[in-house]
């Protein structure tokens, strides 16, 4: 079993510039199995990720990475 544990999309996050639908397009085509979708400062859209999920069939569990000023976590 093969899982990211932190990938940003452009939905939720500045400082990604691909879609959540292409960058789990690419988790799949390298044989990842969960994404851990973790957006800055907000929680990514669970319809989104119900759909993206389905249509890749690929398990994305959302999550949010806080900005704060020493850094995020
Ligand atoms: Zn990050």
Redesign the pocket.
């Known amino acids: 079993m093969t899982i990211e544990m932190?990938a940003?999309s452009k939905s939720g996050?500045k400082?990604s510039n691909i879609s959540m639908d292409s960058l789990i397009s690419k988790y799949k085509e390298l044989g990842v199995d969960t994404v851990c979708i973790?957006e800055?400062d907000v929680f990514p859209d669970p319809e989104e990720i119900q759909s993206i999920s389905q249509k890749y069939q690929i398990k994305i569990f959302p999550g949010i990475?806080w900005s704060l000023e020493g850094g995020?976590f």
């Open positions: 932190h940003h996050s400082c973790t800055r990475e995020h």
